[in-house]
């Protein structure tokens, strides 16, 4: 481990570092590296853990006068494992995971390294949230600046809907604070436009009164019935009341087909003869979970020790082609990716396209097909296997959520946000970060380069 005097930089005092650095070969480096895709395996010249806005800014001061590409580390969840810097300095916020609550006010401070399961547990006790991911250790930092889907959304808005304000480190090292009212620029470029604009080290959220209590209702279906449940299933979710977020699984030889239900249960229930109505399942469950329950129910299922990949679509709906094409795979065929499917609506709908980075509003469902194996041997089967089945829903496309996208590099930015958008992205980009010092990201390049 280097110590906080060993820091290499000749801008900042040294002994202001209040974290640690690790390089390679030093304890804690390999796990300090390691993230939630077991494919990536970078090696970082230098990990910064910061333990203070001040370390954020002394680290990338030193990255810069280094000339060490900067990669940002939060949950760690970032398919490509962008925030792992081969050769690179790599800022490690996850020390920097605090997180406090004003019930009265119905504000959280959430430092810029804390996982989503912080946010719940400290907003929780209040019967208080906002949006937040499916996935308690996510980072709160990652899923806000891409958008933030959650079971919340469809009541409340994205996560980066109910953002007030964020301090930044920018890639000069200033700290700044962005909100409607300062720097409204980059304000509406953070909520949206992933990591490309600095680090943030502090968001402010509005909370919401939610309860502690919600309901998952599902419907499980042979493969081979699955069509005639699936209209159904798009049809209730046209007109489902905004607790309920519309969910769709595909593995193997079934589909199950349900909703989430976040509020009171009961309220919930009178939504099951409506799903009921699609048709004659072969398997139904209906259970009752606490919020934070809810919240960490994937957490074994997404852990860190598989190898992952996955590719994702927005679509404007379910015509008969995009159904035939989710229904029509090989139950035998032990490669194919799970698929998923998500409603959206609602509140995510209500917010004027123009007003955030965040683009397709209007999409009716979020498409995932995603796979996670444990052979590097089969990295390329499984890797083709995804491609291919997301291939076939790409006509149905209207395109993609920048959270989702893997490997897709240039053309994934085109897919994710659209011209007029792209265009003032580069003019905040042009603005905070005229060098393009954080590129690991779903790079929105300046106009310079």
């Known amino acids: 481990m280097t110590t906080a005097a060993q820091f290499p930089t000749a801008t900042v005092h040294r002994s202001q570092f209040d974290g640690q650095v690790l390089t390679p070969g030093t304890r804690g480096y390999d796990s300090a590296r390691s993230v939630w895709n077991a494919m990536i395996d970078h ?44 050769g690179g300095l790599m800022i490690d916020l996850t020390t920097m995971g605090r997180v406090t609550v004003d019930p009265v006010t119905r504000r959280a401070r959430v430092q810029g390294g804390a996982m989503l399961g912080a946010l719940d547990r400290a907003s929780q006790p209040f019967g208080l949230a906002t949006t937040a991911g499916n996935v308690s250790h996510t980072g ?19 996560a980066c809907d109910n953002v007030v304000s964020c ?16 720097h409204p620029d980059l304000f509406w ?33 042979p493969l081979d019935r699955a069509a005639a449940a699936l209209r159904g299933w798009r049809d209730l979710a046209e007109d489902a009341a905004r607790p309920a977020t519309l969910t769709a ?47 960490t129910r994937d957490d074994s299922t997404e852990g860190h020790a598989y190898r992952r990949y996955w ?18 795979r090989d ?3 032990a490669t194919l990716p799970g698929v998923s499917l998500q409603a959206y609506g609602g509140a995510i709908a209500d917010v004027d396209d123009d007003a955030t980075a965040f683009s397709h509003r209007r999409a009716r469902f979020e498409y995932v097909a995603a796979v996670g194996w444990s052979d590097p041997r089969e990295d390329g089967l499984r890797m083709g296997a995804a491609r291919r089945e997301a291939a076939r829903l790409e006509p149905f496309a209207v395109g993609a959520y920048v959270n989702a996208l893997s490997d897709e590099g240039a053309s994934g930015v085109r897919r994710a946000y659209s011209d007029a958008k792209r265009a003032r992205l580069t003019a905040v980009k042009d603005a905070y970060d005229r060098d393009n010092v954080f590129h690991l990201n779903h790079n929105i390049a300046p106009t310079s380069r």
């Open 311 to 328: 590719k994702g679509h927005y679509l404007a709906g379910l015509s008969e082609g995009a159904i035939g094409a989710l229904v029509d």
């Open 43 to 86: 090696r970082p010249k230098l990990i910064a853990g910061c333990a203070s806005v001040g370390d954020v800014v002394t680290a990338v001061r030193a990255a810069r006068e280094r000339d060490l590409e900067i990669g940002v580390r939060c949950g760690g969840h970032n398919i490509a494992g962008l925030a792992v810097p081969d």
């Open 140 to 158: 709160v930092g990652g899923l806000t600046l891409g958008g933030g889907m959650g079971w919340l959304a469809r009541q409340h808005g994205l």
């Open 189 to 221: 470029g953070l909520r949206g436009g992933g990591g490309n604009f600095g680090i943030v080290v502090e968001f402010e959220f509005r909370l919401h009164p939610v309860g502690t209590r919600t309901l998952v209702a599902e419907l499980t279906f």
């Open 249 to 295: 699984e595909i593995s193997a030889g079934t589909v199950t087909l349900g909703y989430v239900w976040v509020g009171d249960p009961e309220a919930g229930r009178a939504m099951l003869p409506a799903l009921r109505s699609i048709g004659v399942p072969s398997g139904e469950v209906v259970r009752e979970l606490s919020y934070l329950k809810l919240q």
């Open 331 to 333: 139950p035998a065929d």
């Open 167 to 182: 301090t930044v480190v920018t890639a000069d090292g200033d700290v700044v604070r962005a909100s409607a009212d300062e």
